[in-house]
């Protein structure tokens, strides 16, 4: 089993920044592809970013890409990500998720945290 606990979402203004945390508890967390996803309200959840076992690959949905980075630190069982040039479009419950097969669909992982709420106003 493992616990994932989400953190630091809020209200910031568009082309403000916010850096989400997850924490994780229970079973070795390097042996785990870390991923963000997002839902916003009324719509489906969507892949965000992954990042591998080591930290070494990331991959980014088209929509985030150059604006948000994903990293990890295994020695305190937490991933991050930062988000910059926020859009309003970005507002969205976001949620991180440990799998172990390296994909982007929700199927892929199997342990999930409760979520942050990111709003984002223009």
């Known amino acids: 089993q493992v616990q994932l606990v989400e953190s630091g979402g809020g209200l910031v203004q568009a082309g403000g920044s916010l850096r989400l945390s997850c924490e994780a508890s229970g079973r070795i967390f390097s042996s785990y592809v870390m991923g963000w996803f997002r839902q916003a309200p009324g719509k489906e959840r969507e892949f965000v970013a992954r990042?591998?076992?080591?930290?070494?690959?990331?991959y980014y949905a088209d929509s985030v890409k150059g604006r948000f980075t994903i990293s990890r630190d295994n020695a305190k069982n937490t991933v991050f990500l930062q988000m910059n040039s926020l859009k309003p479009e970005d507002t969205a419950d976001y949620y991180c998720a440990a799998g172990v097969v390296a994909g982007s669909g929700s199927e892929d992982y199997r342990y999930w945290g409760q979520g942050t709420q990111v709003t984002v106003s223009s």
């Open positions: 990042i591998g076992r080591y930290g070494i690959s990331t």
